[in-house]
């Protein structure tokens, strides 16, 4: 019997609720320094005027993404912004990578002058010339 007043037990943290899109980010997020090294030392670069795509692959069968604005962007609040507008391009286009991919994103100070659209166009670019695009049949 229920008493009055009393609350169900409230589910496991986690279980039954959607993820929030920071959560989700989380996860496919480079954060160790040697994971940017090896990224950088094994990997491939290609190059836009506002950033560089740097590409490894990685055996973990998803794509992680690491995004670096050095202090030559600007003042913090400058690299912060060119570190949100990597983020929120990258994604945009995170559904259409290939998994297997270590992929760090690197601000240039051009960055700062353009909208959110251009730089995920630059991304779609680079992404495509170092052929880590998926068809539309691969990605559903």
């Known amino acids: 019997m229920e008493l009055e007043g009393e609350r169900p037990p409230a589910p496991a943290p986690g279980v039954g609720q959607e993820r929030s899109r920071s959560a989700r980010w989380r996860q496919v997020r480079l954060r160790r320094s040697a994971d940017f090294d090896r990224v950088r030392q094994e990997g491939r670069a290609w190059s836009h005027p ?66 959110e659209p251009q730089v995920e166009a630059a991304l779609e670019q680079l992404a495509r010339e170092a052929g880590l695009l998926q068809t539309q049949e691969e990605v559903r």
């Open 50 to 115: 506002l950033l560089v795509l740097v590409a490894a692959p990685n055996p973990v069968g998803m794509v992680r993404i690491g995004v670096v604005a050095g202090r030559r962007v600007g003042t913090a609040v400058a690299r912060n912004r060119a570190r949100r507008l990597l983020r929120e391009a990258a994604r945009h286009l995170y559904p259409r990578l290939t998994p297997g991919w270590d992929l760090v994103l690197i601000a240039r100070p051009p960055i700062l002058t353009v909208k």
